[in-house]
């Protein structure tokens, strides 16, 4: 019995009507129809901006955090049932694995650093501040700030869980409500998903919305305050980029598009090293994960002409031990494209890749499981081209399935031509065991490419592979691959927000970015800072220390103690014919006395240093200066965490500029510390 799968629009599931039909791409049967009712996307905007900005900005970043940590438990918890959908699609479970629970992982990646990075606050400052004028009284950063819009991430049908996450989670950091609109061929994946995370309670109302078929007249709606991403077809990509609207208002689009992706062996690898198995493993995993149905698979395998023939022969041993058919059924390593839409595309463009060319594997199919005769199946073929350069067909089709074609080389140099001649990919494989090779390749292929694998025995250890996007790296490419970016660590995030230049005071500046810029004004009193909990700490709390006089027996006694017996802190004679003329203490004999100067030693607040950041040995100190040290309260971050006695904790960065007694400073840097939040 088929279903009509809904849109989530404006607080409410839409659609009863049974529109277009979807059919399970194991067995071709009817499993689900699109909803035929019209969506008002002025509704889903104005939904989006008048409920859900003003519900994401109640949070700050360190809330909408902890919200997403909680969302990816609450889905890890019930992925089985996606998981069971998944198999609907063709998708085996390793293949279910990466788009399941690699989408919930994205999310647990993104509480993580964002949970690590950002403010307690809605406030981004991306200093330093740099000073204006000559007298310190005028002062320029840059603050990162939500963008006030509605983000719409339109994506593709091979990853409906993880293709969503990967950029609801950045977006929703930034307080950026989310539109996503699924590939209609498996949006019934997509919809199970967001029927979980409505039915979770966790995410503020206006947060998500979701579209099942045309995105209508939805493009034409957006500001130059929104913003637009796309995953899919590089067609597709450049019809959406020219929206008359999107031009007219500057809406920012971000496209990740399909790719001619290439794995080359290194000329150096021969038949007996492990690198070659690397290579020939790799390759047969880019072609079978997803039935290759993956932007970042290897279309191009790109190996030395004398190797052409064992790389070949090494291929179809192994993709003739691949057992294709019926995910559920054990055993099974490859399962079906996810439509029939889909297999008669790719037959097409195999024959236009074999005009010219050889078929080394392919053809025959041989299914495993029940009915599965009807379902969009295609088999792993590999196609042999030995004119690369002479050949356009091989660097401008596409085959989006389990295809890809061999061609030869001669030369490091002409392996990189035959590269740039996909005209911009999201990823590169090169598989060499010669530092050097790597050292002259990657640059060169890293200008046509977003990210390059280097694949050596060493690395295979420990390696994602040539096919995985990671939440901590840039995921995107140049060119004919879409010219965007996607994930990269908090990179994503600050795509979703605004930044702007401020210019004003020291003190101004740190009221704008909650962070204590120097030169602004402190607050001093009788009470140390380090004996104020959490709650009562203010940014720009300051204690300026008592002085200390370094003598020649500091430095003997720091060096006893450290090892450090250094030229410049023992050796007279040398030490004048360096550019300081004297000997000098050590560094970071200046840390710890700076340390001794404004510690507060008893029990209190402040739990543990677990850090510096931005440490800097600005000038020499040498026997007889006196120095002594400010301490500033720089920025609070209240993660919300508390210990195993209940009792809660805040990260507290503080400033310190040690002086000597000219007032010059001598040694800059920030200290992290925990501090303990009252007692409930």
């Not at 890749?353 to 590999?382: K, R």
Request: contains cysteine; hydrophobic residues 40%; proline residues 4%.
């Amino acid at each position: 019995m088929t279903t009509t799968l809904q849109s989530f629009i404006a607080g409410r599931w839409q659609g009863k009507e049974a529109h277009a039909p979807l059919h399970s791409a194991l067995n071709n049967s009817l499993i689900y129809h699109t909803h035929a009712e019209a969506i008002d996307f002025g509704e889903a905007l104005d939904y989006g901006r008048k409920t859900g900005i003003p519900a994401l900005m109640a949070l700050d970043y360190q809330q909408r955090a902890a919200r997403l940590k909680a969302l990816a438990l609450y889905l890890m918890e019930r992925k089985e049932e996606l998981y069971e959908i998944s198999k609907l699609t063709g998708a085996t479970r390793p293949d279910s694995w990466v788009d399941v629970e690699g989408g919930i992982g994205t999310l647990f990646a993104y509480a993580s650093m964002a949970s690590r990075e950002l403010p307690s606050s809605n406030v981004l400052h991306e200093g330093p501040a740099i000073a204006l004028g000559k007298r310190g009284g005028f002062a320029g950063t840059h603050i990162l700030v939500p963008r006030g819009g509605v983000a719409v991430h339109i994506n593709a049908f091979n990853f409906p869980i993880w293709g969503l996450l990967e950029k609801f989670a950045p977006s929703f950091i930034a307080a950026m409500p989310c539109i996503g609109k699924p590939a209609t061929a498996t949006s019934y994946l997509t919809e199970a998903l967001v029927r979980m995370i409505h039915e979770s309670g966790l995410l503020p109302d206006g947060a998500l919305q979701l579209v099942i078929g045309s995105t209508g007249d939805l493009l034409d709606r957006l500001t130059g305050f929104d913003a637009v991403t796309f995953t899919g077809s590089a067609d597709t990509a450049a019809k959406l980029r020219s929206n008359r609207n999107l031009i007219a208002n500057s809406v920012p689009f971000t496209a990740e598009a399909d790719s001619l992706n290439c794995a080359i062996l290194a000329p150096d690898v021969t038949p007996d090293d492990p690198e070659f198995d690397l290579f020939v493993k790799e390759v047969v995993r880019e072609m079978t994960g997803k039935a290759g149905q993956k932007c970042t698979a290897i279309r191009r395998i790109i190996v030395p002409r004398t190797q052409a023939d064992a790389v070949a022969e090494r291929l179809r041993d192994r993709l003739a031990k691949v057992t294709i058919g019926d995910p559920s059924v054990e055993g099974v390593r490859m399962g079906a494209l996810a439509s029939k839409d889909q297999q008669r595309d790719v037959g097409a463009q195999v024959e236009r890749l074999l005009a010219g060319n050889e078929l080394v594997y392919g053809n025959e199919l041989s299914l495993v499981g029940d009915g599965v005769h009807e379902g969009a199946f295609f088999a792993p073929t590999l196609v042999l081209c030995r004119n690369a350069l002479d050949n356009d067909a091989v660097h401008d089709v596409e085959a989006f399935g389990p295809v890809s074609t061999l061609m030869t080389y001669d030369g490091i140099d002409e392996a990189l031509a035959l590269a740039a001649r996909g005209k911009g990919s999201l990823v590169s494989t090169l598989v060499t065991k010669d530092p050097a090779t790597a050292a002259y390749a990657v640059p060169v292929a890293a200008s046509h490419h977003g990210r390059v694998l280097v694949l050596d025995r060493e690395a295979a250890v420990d390696s994602t592979g040539h096919g995985s996007p990671l939440p901590q790296l840039k995921h995107g490419g140049p060119g004919r691959a879409g010219g965007g970016e996607e994930l990269g660590g908090i990179r994503a995030v600050k795509h979703f927000l605004q930044r702007a230049a401020v210019q004003g005071s020291p003190t101004m500046l740190s009221a704008i970015t909650g962070e204590y810029v120097r030169g602004g004004a402190v607050r001093e009193n009788e009470v140390h800072p380090f004996r104020k909990h959490f709650e009562d700490l203010q940014v720009g709390d300051s204690l300026l220390t008592h002085r200390r006089t370094v003598s020649e027996a500091d430095i003997v006694n720091f060096g006893g103690v450290s090892g450090d017996y250094f030229y410049m802190h023992f050796d007279d004679i040398a030490a004048k014919e360096t550019q300081f003329g004297q000997r000098i203490a050590h560094g970071y004999f200046v840390l710890s006395a700076a340390a001794g100067l404004f510690v507060s030693p008893a029990p209190g607040p402040v739990l543990a240093n677990y850090g510096l950041d931005n440490l800097r040995f600005v000038a020499p100190v040498a026997i007889g200066d006196t120095i002594r040290a400010r301490l500033t309260c720089k920025r609070k971050v209240d993660r919300n965490r508390t210990d195993d006695k209940g009792v809660g904790q805040g990260v507290v960065a503080w400033d310190v500029q040690v002086t000597n007694q000219h007032d010059e400073l001598v040694a800059s840097y920030d200290i992290l510390t925990l501090v303990a939040k009252k007692a409930a």
